[in-house]
């Protein structure tokens, strides 16, 4: 199994930067691609950027130019670096991880609010 454990979230003004990290314990040796998720109120949970083990990454259209993925691998740590953050970027944000066998995990979450 995996675990995962969100942090970075907070509020931050129209314009303003925020990272968020999560961090994966366990066999993280299985995991192949991670991604950031979003929910907010009301609205389905939306895939917002996706890295895979190989280093292909792949972005949200609403995220791009604004949001980078990145990964470091001696920490078991996926960063996502948030940019120009608008109020409709304002969501709880959550880590998940898929492993070989399709398995997923997800973190907790963390939330994002933007003021405008």
């Known amino acids: 199994q995996v675990q995962l454990v969100e942090s970075g979230g907070g509020l931050v003004q129209a314009g303003g930067s925020l990272r968020l990290s999560c961090v994966a314990s366990?066999?993280?040796?299985?995991?192949?691609?991670m991604a950031w998720f979003r929910q907010a109120p009301g609205k389905e949970r939306e895939l917002v950027a996706s890295?895979?083990?190989?280093?292909?990454?792949a972005y949200a259209d609403s995220v791009k130019g604004r949001f980078t993925i990145s990964r470091e691998n001696t920490k078991d740590t996926v960063y996502l670096q948030m940019n120009n953050l608008k109020p409709e970027d304002t969501a709880v944000y959550y880590c998940?991880?898929?492993?070989?066998?399709?398995?997923?995990?997800w973190g907790p979450g963390t939330q994002v609010t933007v003021s405008s």
């Open positions: 890295i895979w083990s190989s280093g292909n990454v």
């Open positions: 366990g066999r993280t040796f299985t995991i192949y691609n």
């Open positions: 998940r991880s898929v492993v070989y066998g399709a398995e997923e995990y």
